[in-house]
Every structure is written in C-alpha cells, then in structure tokens.
C-alpha cells in the first residue's frame, strides 16, 4: 500500500505554457522523490504595457510518501 501527497507550485516562463510546466516539473522532480503525476491547475498571462510579458502555470504534483520501517 502506498500514501501520495499532493503539493501545489507555480513556474513561469518568458516563452510559453509549455516551457513554464516542464520547468515546474523539472524543479518538482529535483526536489521531491516518488513525482507520479502532475495536473495543471491554473494558466495565467502575465501582461505589461499591454504585452505578454510571461507565462504562469500553477500544477499540483502527485508524490509517494516514504514509508518507515
């Protein structure tokens, strides 16, 4: 039997959608162990002076707990 947690975290990008939700996965992954899923909770513009100025995704990503024995 297994326990997952979820924890929610946001990554930006000058680029786009995409590139800000692999660098939040590649960020997740670094930090945590056991990543078996992700979902992308929220997409936002960031906008200055009228323009895109960044992608925003906010992702809640699925993790196994360590069990100690």
């Known amino acids: 039997m297994s326990v997952a947690r979820v924890t929610e975290i946001s990554a ?3 680029t ?3 590139d800000a939700i ?3 996965i590649s ?3 670094e930090s945590l ?3 078996e899923g992700a979902w992308v ?4 513009l960031l906008i200055e002076d009228g323009n895109i100025t960044g992608y925003k995704v906010n992702l809640a ?3 196994v707990l360590e ?3």
């Open 12 to 14: 930006t990008s000058t």
């Open 16 to 18: 786009s959608f995409e």
């Open 22 to 24: 692999n660098e939040g």
């Open 27 to 29: 960020r997740a992954t």
């Open 33 to 35: 162990r056991g990543v």
């Open 41 to 44: 909770k929220d997409m936002n």
């Open 61 to 63: 990503v699925t993790f």
């Open 67 to 69: 069990g100690s024995s």
